[in-house]
């Protein structure tokens, strides 16, 4: 693809990076086919060849129209696109980019401005998070159903666990999952206890991908920092470092690509990710032998698409005699999408429901997912009891 970025942009290494991209792009559309909002909507402006001349446009104009920021709003960031990509254009990461420059160049409907303030403000911190949730979950039963979709049933921590300061293996807390779903860093506890394993665990706060993906960089690349403060000073101490949330370690994973023009945390995001692992990767090696249940898997487009691990939750629990029932669309988000949910409610709902429906179709007992987002959000669709996986092996283990 032909571009003439606007002469007061051309300098800045975040647009020459947005415009090596956008020239990788040959127009095929080969990548509309596994878009959920192509599919949804029959727009072409709704589908990632769409997004890419908007992002252009953009960058050539140095101004965006507020129907154009609309549509790029729109895109779930799910990635899907890029699998079907025959040139191989980081689509992801032309999206961040192209949202923060409409983001500067644009100003949302108030309401919208309102809540996506109110979701940044509140979410990644702990402290006015845990309160308001529990306090929602106390009035959860009265709450109409739109409401109650949002507000996730209190769960309880299941194992009785502990952390070893001095262990190898250093667990991440999360932000919305240590309040939500307090019960899967446990479970992922108790299985490394169960191999005569230890781990410590840390609150490390948010990973800055709500603000980032928001488009407020400056704020999620502030979050990011205060990550690597927290965890560089340990690395020569641990192997690993753990994220049981898939959106979580995916946006860990993005820190040397996101902080790369950073002198001073560019190498630290570097080391600090390479001692990245998801649970699949730390777990393949264990043995276990569990009794067999008929579940359905939903890998979060996160692990799919961003950490490129796709179909190793399905062979590692099919190895521990788990019989997984196959479904259709795999590829395809389940609208939950970080914020998603709640900034699109019907685009969400919509694939939520179709999700639901797939992922049904063999009845199974339960359905996995590895990520907090995808659980609750696939959760208030379904009757079918929906759990991260990790929760699954560890209630087997006791
Ligand atoms: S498949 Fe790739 S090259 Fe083709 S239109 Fe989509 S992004 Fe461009
Ligand atoms: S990231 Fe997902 S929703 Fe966005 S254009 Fe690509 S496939 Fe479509």
Same mark, same amino acid.
């Given at each position: 693809?032909?571009?003439?970025?606007?002469?007061?942009?051309?300098?800045?290494?975040?647009?020459?990076?947005?415009?090596?991209?956008?020239?990788?792009?040959?127009?095929?559309?080969?990548?509309?086919?596994?878009?959920?909002?192509?599919?949804?909507l029959?727009?072409?402006?709704?589908?990632?060849?769409?997004?890419?001349?908007?992002?252009?446009?953009?960058?050539?104009?140095?101004?965006?129209d507020?129907?154009?920021?609309?549509?790029?709003d729109?895109?779930?960031?799910?990635?899907?696109?890029?699998?079907?990509?025959?040139?191989?254009v980081?689509?992801?990461?032309?999206?961040?980019?192209?949202?923060?420059?409409?983001?500067?160049?644009?100003?949302a409907?108030?309401?919208?401005?309102?809540?996506?303030?109110?979701?940044?403000?509140?979410?990644?911190?702990?402290?006015?998070f845990?309160?308001?949730?529990?306090?929602?979950?106390?009035?959860?039963?009265?709450?109409?159903?739109?409401?109650?979709?949002?507000?996730?049933?209190?769960?309880?921590?299941?194992?009785?666990?502990?952390a070893?300061? /001095?262990?190898?293996? #250093? @667990?991440? +807390?999360?932000?919305?999952?240590? &309040?939500?779903?307090?019960?899967? %860093?446990?479970?992922l506890?108790?299985?490394?206890?169960?191999?005569?394993?230890?781990?410590?665990?840390?609150?490390?706060?948010?990973?800055?991908a709500?603000?980032y993906?928001?488009?407020?960089?400056?704020?999620?690349?502030?979050?990011?920092?205060?990550?690597?403060?927290?965890?560089?000073?340990?690395?020569?101490?641990?192997?690993?470092?753990?994220?049981?949330?898939t959106?979580?370690?995916?946006?860990?994973?993005?820190?040397?690509?996101?902080?790369?023009?950073?002198?001073?945390?560019?190498?630290?995001?570097?080391?600090?990710?390479?001692?990245?692992k /998801?649970?699949?990767? #730390? @777990?393949? +090696?264990?043995?276990?032998?569990? &009794?067999?249940?008929?579940?359905a %898997?939903?890998t979060?487009?996160?692990?799919?698409?961003?950490l490129?691990?796709?179909?190793?939750?399905e062979?590692?629990?099919?190895k521990?005699g788990f019989?997984?029932?196959?479904?259709k669309?795999?590829?395809?988000?389940?609208?939950?999408?970080?914020?998603?949910?709640i900034?699109?409610?019907?685009?969400?709902?919509?694939?939520?429901?179709?999700?639901?429906?797939?992922?049904?179709?063999?009845?199974?007992?339960?359905?996995?997912?590895?990520?907090v987002?995808?659980?609750?959000?696939l959760?208030?669709?379904?009757?079918?009891?929906?759990?991260?996986?990790l929760e699954?092996?560890?209630?087997?283990?006791?």
């Amino acid at each position: 693809m032909k571009t003439e970025i606007h002469p007061k942009l051309i300098d800045l290494p975040l647009v020459q990076e947005a415009d090596a991209i956008l020239r990788k792009c040959v127009h095929c559309g080969f990548c509309t086919a596994t878009c959920p909002t192509y599919q949804l909507l029959g727009d072409e402006l709704d589908g990632p060849r769409g997004r890419i001349y908007l992002i252009k446009n953009l960058l050539e104009d140095n101004d965006i129209d507020d129907g154009s920021v609309e549509h790029l709003d729109r895109c779930l960031t799910c990635r899907s696109c890029e699998t079907t990509c025959p040139s191989g254009v980081e689509y992801g990461r032309l999206l961040d980019i192209g949202k923060q420059f409409a983001a500067e160049r644009s100003s949302a409907p108030m309401m919208r401005r309102v809540v996506s303030s109110l979701l940044r403000f509140v979410v990644p911190r702990k402290v006015l998070f845990k309160p308001l949730l529990a306090f929602g979950q106390l009035f959860r039963p009265l709450m109409p159903r739109f409401l109650k979709d949002h507000v996730p049933a209190k769960q309880s921590i299941r194992h009785s666990v502990t952390a070893t300061p /001095d262990a190898r293996v #250093l @667990l991440l +807390s999360g932000c919305v999952q240590s &309040s939500a779903t307090p019960n899967v %860093v446990a479970s992922l506890q108790r299985i490394i206890e169960s191999t005569g394993g230890a781990s410590d665990l840390v609150n490390e706060g948010c990973c800055g991908a709500l603000d980032y993906h928001l488009a407020a960089h400056d704020k999620g690349i502030a979050r990011m920092r205060q990550v690597i403060d927290l965890l560089y000073p340990r690395l020569d101490e641990i192997d690993t470092i753990v994220s049981s949330a898939t959106g979580c370690g995916v946006t860990i994973a993005e820190y040397p690509d996101i902080l790369k023009y950073d002198a001073d945390y560019a190498e630290k995001a570097k080391a600090v990710a390479e001692k990245l692992k /998801d649970p699949v990767e #730390l @777990l393949e +090696s264990l043995e276990l032998d569990l &009794s067999s249940k008929n579940v359905a %898997v939903h890998t979060p487009c996160s692990m799919q698409h961003g950490l490129d691990l796709n179909g190793r939750m399905e062979t590692l629990l099919q190895k521990w005699g788990f019989t997984i029932e196959g479904h259709k669309e795999g590829h395809l988000c389940c609208g939950s999408a970080g914020t998603y949910s709640i900034l699109q409610p019907e685009l969400s709902t919509s694939l939520r429901d179709r999700k639901v429906k797939n992922l049904g179709a063999g009845n199974p007992s339960v359905i996995v997912t590895a990520n907090v987002g995808c659980q609750l959000h696939l959760q208030s669709g379904t009757e079918t009891p929906v759990m991260h996986w990790l929760e699954l092996v560890a209630d087997l283990l006791d």
